[in-house]
């Protein structure tokens, strides 16, 4: 009788026991001190008290719209090392020491942390797709008002939106001159941005916080923020347009109401619920997807899913009982997955082509699981992906029957990188419900894979592309969050890619850091 996917752990677990008792070993924890997943009392004790002051500005904000004029007050912090912007019940704190932007809702006393880098890599993959759009379409001088409104085509408006200016778009026409006091800038002969300095400079210890608020908070040209921050003065007033497909055009005014010193103090509630007790966690559950996958995923996290992260010996023996059992494809699963759960341990065995009985297990297990006609057709479909195709490697994949398979979430992984692959891949004529169709395949096998052994550390890499490509930056960061805060011992060659992406939106877009 097949074994549920969720399962697969701890009977490889009691495998081990029994076949190999003594010879498992659950690693220590990796963690990130204070990981995403951190309570708030914790996130404040891992800072320490903020040393120095912080600035308090109120401005009366109004924008106005083709909903009408909405006016409302907007609290802005600025500390040392973070900012904080407050409307009504709802605060964004931005942490330069973690590089999170959390999000406090104080109605419900909860808050959400965000990688601030999955916020920025958002703003940079929007503002490529405009900047493609608008170069097919000719530029800002092309089309009439009707099409410009719908994408919009002219480049400076998506760049102020998201606050990145595409090199290859340069030399936009926008100057500024001086009306009065006031600093005036243009674009295209149009006002698009009026700041009236006040009396009040911004100390040079709050220069670059002032600046990050500007680039994070307000839909700023970068140029035209740059030219303001220059100035070295906080606005009196600052007026500024934006223009959002499809046919959303606003201003808005801020008007500097106080400026207040006041001793720092970090602005997160000490009592807020936040991920660690993600269940209860409202502002979390938006993501339903990603809702299913939390309870796994933080066990896996505290090495407390199932009975711990299998070690190579739990491998070996759920081989040899697959190889006893003629149960062939599950031992080339398990050979697989072995070799991506403890890679040094595979390498060694196969590399070193010793006699010792554990890599005689693993020799065993790639010769029967050749021999399997599921294994191989399995095989073929990663060929098939390799070459680039896709859906025909997702087709093969899925006329493979897994319903009899115990160990069967690698075979999961395929298939859901096989889907995401393909979602990844140029449209090339792809209907909204064939993607959507891919989206459904990826999920289903990624829930029942990761459900099944939350320990596989490319699940994490896989899952969060899959959320990145729709779009959910801060919970595709948050889940690499959690592939890199495994248990030690599987390998992050994937995860760590992560990294690299990361310096590298670091290196493009400093404004944001």
Request: charged residues 25%; aromatic residues 10%; proline residues 6%.
């Amino acid at each position: 009788m097949r074994k549920g996917s969720s399962e697969w752990h701890v009977l490889l677990g009691l495998i081990a026991v029994v076949a190999l008792a003594g010879c498992e070993s659950v690693p220590d924890t990796l963690q990130e001190p204070p990981g995403l997943l951190s309570t708030a009392a914790h996130i404040q004790d891992a800072r320490g008290e903020p040393q120095g002051d912080e600035l308090w500005l109120t401005f009366d904000r109004s924008v106005e719209g083709a909903d009408g004029v909405r006016t409302d007050v907007w609290e802005v912090v600025l500390g040392p090392d973070y900012f904080a912007v407050r409307e009504g019940d709802e605060t964004q704190l931005f942490d330069f020491v973690f590089d999170w932007m959390i999000r406090i809702d104080h109605a419900r006393g909860e808050f959400l942390p965000t990688s601030l880098y999955g916020l920025v890599a958002f703003r940079d993959e929007e503002v490529e797709i405009r900047s493609l759009i608008s170069e097919l379409y000719g530029g800002p001088e092309a089309g009439s008002d009707d099409v410009l409104d719908q994408l919009p085509i002219d480049p400076f408006w998506f760049e102020s939106e998201f606050g990145i200016e595409v090199e290859t778009l340069a030399g936009h026409d926008l100057v500024y001159e001086t009306d009065g006091r006031a600093v005036v800038f243009r674009h295209a002969g149009r006002e698009v941005a009026r700041f009236l300095p006040s009396d009040k400079t911004v100390p040079s210890s709050m220069a670059r916080t002032f600046a990050r608020f500007v680039h994070h908070s307000l839909e700023l040209h970068p140029r035209i923020a740059s030219a303001m921050l220059e100035q070295g003065y906080f606005p009196a007033e600052l007026t500024f347009f934006s223009h959002k497909p499809p046919v959303n055009r606003s201003t808005t005014r801020l008007s500097l109401a106080s400026v207040e010193t006041r001793p720092a103090a970090y602005p997160l509630p000490r009592n807020a619920r936040g991920l660690d007790r993600f269940e209860e966690n409202a502002l979390f559950q938006e993501d339903a997807f990603l809702a299913r996958l939390m309870p796994a995923m933080v066990e896996a996290v505290s090495g407390t899913y199932g009975v711990g992260v299998p070690a190579p010996e739990a491998y070996v023996a759920g081989m040899f009982h697959a190889i006893k059992g003629d149960d062939y494809l599950d031992a080339g699963l398990l050979f697989v997955e072995l070799g991506t759960m403890h890679p040094s341990f595979f390498a060694n065995c196969l590399e070193a082509a010793t006699a010792a009985p554990n890599c005689r297990v693993l020799f065993a297990a790639r010769s029967v699981s050749q021999g399997d006609e599921r294994f191989r057709r399995l095989v073929a479909a990663l060929d098939l992906d390799a070459s680039g195709k896709h859906l025909e490697a997702l087709a093969m994949a899925q006329r493979v029957n897994l319903d009899d398979t115990i160990y069967r979430d690698v075979a999961d992984r395929m298939i859901a990188g096989f889907a995401l692959a393909a979602l990844r891949a140029p449209e090339s004529g792809r209907s909204q419900s064939e993607t959507t169709s891919l989206g459904r395949i990826a999920e289903s096998h990624f829930e029942r894979g990761l459900l099944g052994n939350p320990y596989i550390p490319n699940f994490y890499y896989d899952i969060g592309l899959y959320l990145s490509i729709r779009k959910q930056m801060p919970s595709a960061w948050l889940v690499f969050h959690l592939g890199r805060s495994l248990p030690t011992g599987p390998d992050r060659s994937l995860i760590d890619q992560v990294g690299q992406h990361e310096a590298e939106l670091r290196k493009r877009h400093p404004q944001f850091f």
